[in-house]
């Protein structure tokens, strides 16, 4: 099964690193200002950079967003870059940036998608394809998040690919996660109330979830809207949303997960 923790496989991903020339260092764009990843810097409010009238459009969510995601591609992508791109709203916003980017700058950017949603975007953007077989060292990783707790750490995967989300960020020199006021919380579970992703093998997911209910909290089998059965994700596999009812020491409970021999990826 798959989790998401940075350091991990879970739904949840701890970022505690920091500096940006450091190997898998970790830096926040948070309504349009990126800054290196620690509570002070997090906890700090910044007024969206300005973007063209007809952002006026858009709800100011998605203005800030937006303006973020533009903020995050501005100051982290060069010329010459393998970037990786990840999955869900706010990285559309990202990759549109890109593609304008190499339109107005002609600069030479790969990418490498996480999921099929990225990919056929990139497509369609005129972006150019790459993957981890040709290019395993990635200069930058974009995504977004759906949680980040006071203490940095953060739970990714409510859009159902943490696995090649969380492969992509673990080969790149650099992970910028884009995160809008919605997506603040003291406390994980506050704001998002899903629980942490886990992907997981199907022949296994009835052990798992014995596994997960010995930890406290409900192990639920996240089921499709537009089908009948589970959510099936692009590696063939369930999603187990973990409903945790307490704060936890993430770090441990990480470690625990990934104990468990048949999960494939968790996202914290």
Same mark, same amino acid.
């Given at each position: 099964m798959d989790e998401m923790f940075t350091k991990a496989s879970n739904g949840f991903r701890e970022i505690r690193a920091v500096g940006v020339h450091v190997k898998n260092g970790f830096r926040i764009c948070t309504n349009g200002v990126s800054q290196d990843v620690n509570s002070s810097h997090f906890k700090t409010r910044y007024h969206p950079p300005f973007l063209p009238e007809s952002e006026s459009k858009l709800q100011p969510i998605e203005v800030g967003k937006k303006s973020a995601a533009w903020k995050a591609v501005d100051h982290h992508?060069? =010329?010459?870059? /393998?970037? &990786?791109?990840?999955s869900g709203s706010t990285a559309v916003y990202a990759m549109e940036r890109l593609a304008?980017?190499?339109?107005?700058?002609?600069?030479k950017i790969l990418c490498v998608p996480t999921s099929f949603q990225s990919r056929q975007i990139v497509k369609q953007l005129g972006l150019?394809?790459?993957d981890l077989e040709e290019?395993?060292?990635? =200069?930058?990783? /974009?995504? &977004?998040?759906?949680?980040?707790?006071?203490?940095?750490?953060?739970?990714k995967g409510g859009g159902g690919c943490l696995t090649q989300e969380k492969i992509v960020s673990s080969c790149s020199q650099n992970f910028i996660v884009i995160a809008d006021h919605r997506k603040d919380s003291k406390e994980l579970g506050q704001n998002w109330t899903k629980g942490i992703p886990i992907e997981v093998i199907p022949m296994a997911f009835v052990p798992v979830q014995r596994r997960l209910e010995k930890l406290g909290g409900t192990p639920v089998l996240r089921m499709a809207i537009a089908k009948a059965g589970p959510v099936i994700t692009?590696?063939?596999?369930?999603?187990?949303?973990?409903?945790?009812?307490?704060?936890?020491e993430w770090t441990v409970i990480n470690q625990t997960i990934k104990m468990i021999p048949v999960f494939?990826?968790?996202r914290t």
């Open positions: 992508v060069m =010329d010459n870059f /393998i970037v &990786g791109v990840g304008l980017r190499v339109k107005e700058e002609g600069l150019s394809l790459t290019h395993p060292q990635v =200069d930058v990783a /974009i995504d &977004g998040a759906d949680e980040v707790d006071y203490n940095m750490t953060l739970i692009d590696n063939g596999n369930f999603i187990i949303d973990w409903k945790f009812s307490e704060v936890r494939r990826q968790n």
